[in-house]
């Protein structure tokens, strides 16, 4: 059997093991310490948001942007349908009602337009939406400009689904940087890995002091373990943000590598579209870039001579190589059907035909050879 060429694996860099090894040598094996603050320190200075809380998980850390919001049993969140179960889940956490946007075709994120729609609909309800939560799907960020606008219309924050985008940009502006609250995931297949983990990001000093004070389980000052607030241990291990630290480090290594990838494949499928084949592309506008943590294609057979994703990703994995479908929106998850949808379908048809390919920033050129003959197999 050849060797498994996975989705997105992860990469160090060299110096994780060193932060790590200073972690154990100065004894600072616990949920905080000098590599927890200067790994935020880290991610402050790359994305340009003034204040960070590094912590257990990206789930976390959009769990204490609601708590800080104060989203409680019956408010309405509005929500990216199209994106990974994490986005949503929090919502449900504090027993609110999460409402879902379709995508658009432009970035395959939330759509400003039924955004508002949304909004209005729901403020027709007497329902004022407490939050809304845009995505950058695979790296692409969302329509910031225009999404920031209908939330400023309306006075809603924002909080800002990062998680698999440190490393893009709108206009220079970095994505973690454009919420009230943005999020950051440094799990295991994201474009930089802790192994798991994830922030809290705001220009608001005071909403992150209080994010680590509930992060580390609401301990109020007191010669004594005195609360008056229900805490989580939700704080980032001095150990892992340690890797974090080497990560960062590389960060544009890896953003740079993922582009590349990005682009072999743009130009194999340049070539394979002049032969009568439709296949397409995340787009990434004018002024946009995309740190390309995955590169997805879609793939109607309609449109390509019967060629479907399932035999792509059947083709693969013939030969060891790992592809997955992508998000199945949320809007179409059972343990969702049931909440409100805004839409016209955008990504239901993404997702239906759509295939996240290889991408991981270590892959080598016997690799690409290997993908690009299974390619060559299907689109003779
Ligand atoms: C990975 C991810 C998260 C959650 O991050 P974890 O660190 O795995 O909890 C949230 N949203 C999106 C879009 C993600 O891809």
Redesign the pocket.
Do not use: H, P, R, Y
């Given at each position: 059997m050849k060797s498994k060429i996975w989705l997105s694996s992860p990469h160090m860099g060299g110096s994780e093991k060193t932060f790590v090894q200073e972690a154990f040598d100065t004894n600072w094996i616990a949920p905080l310490g000098p590599h927890v603050n200067g790994f935020e320190s880290d991610i402050q200075h790359y994305t340009g948001a003034r204040h960070a809380a590094a912590l257990s998980?990206?789930?976390a850390a959009?769990h204490l942007a609601l708590i800080l919001l104060d989203v409680k049993a019956g408010d309405v969140v509005i929500c990216q349908s199209m994106?990974?179960t994490?986005?949503a889940n929090p919502i449900i956490y504090q027993a609110a009602t999460p409402v879902f946007v379709d995508s658009e075709t432009e970035t395959w994120n939330m759509n400003p337009e039924y955004l508002e729609q949304a909004i209005q609909d729901q403020l027709s309800k007497g329902k004022k939406p407490k939050a809304i939560i845009p995505?950058h799907l695979y790296g692409m960020p969302a329509q910031m400009d225009q999404i920031l606008t209908v939330a400023g219309k309306y006075d809603i924050p924002v909080i800002e689904?990062a998680?698999?985008a440190i490393g893009s940009r709108i206009n220079g502006k970095s994505c973690g940087s454009f919420g009230k609250f943005s999020i950051l995931?440094?799990?295991g297949n994201?474009i930089i890995t802790t192994s798991?983990?994830?922030a809290l990001l705001s220009d608001d000093g005071d909403y992150i002091r209080q994010a680590r004070f509930l992060s580390t389980q609401a301990r109020d000052r007191a010669p004594h373990y005195e609360h008056t607030q229900i805490g989580y241990n939700y704080r980032m291990s001095n150990v892992l943000a340690g890797i974090g630290r080497g990560q960062m480090e590389v960060l544009d290594e890896r953003v740079a590598a993922r582009r590349r990838n990005f682009e072999r494949y743009a130009f194999y499928f340049e070539k394979v579209n002049l032969n009568g084949y439709h296949i397409g592309f995340q787009p990434e506008p004018a002024g946009y870039h995309s740190n390309r943590w995955l590169t997805a294609i879609t793939v109607d057979p309609a449109t390509n001579k019967g060629i479907t994703r399932e035999a792509l990703l059947r083709a693969f994995e013939l030969e060891n190589i790992e592809c997955r479908l992508l998000w199945k929106p949320m809007h179409l998850q059972p343990v969702f059907q049931d909440y409100p949808f805004y839409g016209n379908g955008i990504s239901g048809y993404i997702f239906d035909t759509g295939l996240c390919l290889p991408s991981g920033s270590n892959l080598t050129d016997d690799d690409f050879d290997r993908i690009f003959s299974v390619l060559d197999s299907v689109f003779r």
């Open positions: 998980s990206g789930t959009i994106t990974f994490a986005s995505v689904d998680a698999e995931s440094f799990n994201k798991g983990g994830g």
